[in-house]
């Protein structure tokens, strides 16, 4: 993997390869020519080339630079400087963001405070080296090539072409499990672009996932709360939830939720998270919106589902009851994934309204639709009733009540009236008349108080 002599790339031109200046964002272009103006080598590189190679529209364009992030920050005063495991300047142009990052060398000598490594895994690497030696340090094949700005060629320092054009994921260097072992998110991404590109993993990379997930444990929750939303939330969640537990890597993640699964592999707790990722994927696919509370909520069910019931079982009140098996669960999970508190309290606001959706009396259903939580908790309870885990009717009452039917709403009221103000009572001596109607409106408003 760190070879004493620099490798010879594979050289691309222009006429031969199908990126487009036309294709790439303009302030990313802007970056690009600014740099290489002031004396910088400077080239497009990973996810934006392999998915305009593959007639993707990429999501984001990154640049890597010979210029260390101080001299970036030099050449652009609309640039800020991130991160301390990987030190990268932002260059911002309104709400975009272009990611500019130096060439990483490989000297293992270099000072701690700039490399620091774990049993294997690097927690802090800012050596900075040759755009040879940056090629060799990227995770996948795939990801490794370089757009050049100077000529418009592509640079290939890792055989990219060779796998994009065979449809193969496969890991940099002789030594996948010391890959892995460097940095185990590794693994999620692995499964992540698999899923994300419609490709295979190489062999060799793909059999050290089994045994290498509890590695996984060594990772920040808060980072695996941002590599989970980009496992569920980029159109492939389904896929990507099949294949995290084929490799026994969701059960790193989600270690509750796999335990109800094992046990209940052919019962509704998969179907309904099956059925939930695919309303996930649909919603993407549509330009619709995704909510991470509502996400974390479909994954985290089962588990709570189950500890909902034992309570119910101890004679515990239903909102007493989610509310408690809410906090237990999710309070558990944090230890794998750190959930922030914006995302956190909607996702408990989903579950524990579902007992409350379960009570069609009184004013309460109408006050509940007014609830901020109400139209995630009502999707919620129409994923239960279409695995059956509720009766389907209740769902289709409450359909009809936000429908605005009449007959509905008047059952769900009560066909109560406005409370009138109380009368003021007579003092000692007073006498007041009070008519058999006036008389039956008092007893209609006491009634309604009562309901």
């Excluded at 190679?53 to 991130?82: M, S, Y």
């Excluded at 709400?95 to 700039?114: C, H, K, M, Y």
């Excluded at 052919?266 to 059925?275: E, K, L, Y």
């Amino acid at each position: 993997m760190h070879p004493t002599t620099p490798p010879q790339p594979l050289i691309v031109p222009r006429p031969e390869h199908r990126i487009s200046r036309a294709n790439i964002s303009p302030n990313a272009l802007k970056v690009l020519y600014r740099l290489s103006q002031a004396g910088h080598q400077a080239y497009l590189v990973g996810g934006g080339v392999r998915d305009l190679l593959l007639g993707h529209e990429p999501k984001d364009f990154d640049v890597a630079t010979d210029a260390t992030p101080e001299q970036v920050r030099a050449v652009f005063r609309n640039c800020r400087l991130i991160g301390r495991r990987f030190r990268l300047a932002h260059v911002f142009f309104g709400s975009e963001i272009v990611e500019v990052a130096t060439f990483r060398g490989t000297n293992p000598d270099a000072d701690l405070d700039q490399r620091l490594v774990e049993n294997g895994r690097i927690l802090r690497d800012n050596v900075y080296g040759t755009i040879a030696e940056d090629a060799l340090r990227r995770d996948f094949s795939v990801n490794a090539l370089y757009y050049n700005i100077q000529d418009f060629s592509l640079v290939d320092y890792a055989g990219g072409l060779a796998d994009i054009a065979a449809g193969r994921l496969r890991l940099i260097g002789a030594d996948p499990v010391a890959r892995y072992r460097e940095d185990p998110v590794r693994m999620l991404r692995a499964v992540r672009f698999a899923c994300k590109l419609g490709f295979i993993i190489d062999a060799a990379c793909e059999t050290p996932l089994i045994s290498l997930a509890p590695l996984l444990q060594e990772i920040a929750p808060a980072r695996l709360f941002e590599e989970t939303l980009k496992l569920f939330h980029s159109g492939y969640a389904l896929p990507a939830f099949e294949k995290l537990r084929h490799y026994g890597l969701f059960a790193e993640l989600f270690p509750q939720t796999e335990a109800c699964l094992a046990r209940e592999d052919h019962d509704f707790p998969i179907t309904f998270v099956s059925r939930g990722l695919d309303n996930t994927d649909r919603r993407v696919a549509d330009g619709q919106s995704v909510s991470p509370a509502f996400l974390f909520a479909i994954l985290l069910w089962e588990p709570v589902r189950l500890r909902y019931e034992a309570l119910l079982a101890q004679d515990r009140p239903p909102v007493e009851a989610m509310i408690l098996a809410a906090h237990e669960v999710a309070s558990q999970q944090q230890r794998q994934i750190a959930i922030p508190k914006r995302y956190g309290l909607p996702m408990r606001e989903i579950w524990t309204m579902q007992p409350r959706l379960e009570r069609r009396q009184g004013k309460r259903p109408l006050q509940l639709c007014g609830h901020p939580r109400f139209r995630a908790a009502y999707d919620f309870l129409l994923l239960r009733a279409q695995v059956g885990e509720v009766d389907p009717a209740l769902a289709d009452w409450w359909t009809r009540l936000q429908a605005g039917e009449a007959g509905e709403r008047g059952s769900a009221a009560g066909e109560t009236k406005r409370k009138r103000r109380r009368r003021r009572k007579p003092k000692t001596g007073e006498t007041t008349a009070v008519s058999p109607a006036a008389g039956s409106g008092i007893a209609a408003d006491a009634a309604a108080a009562d309901d």
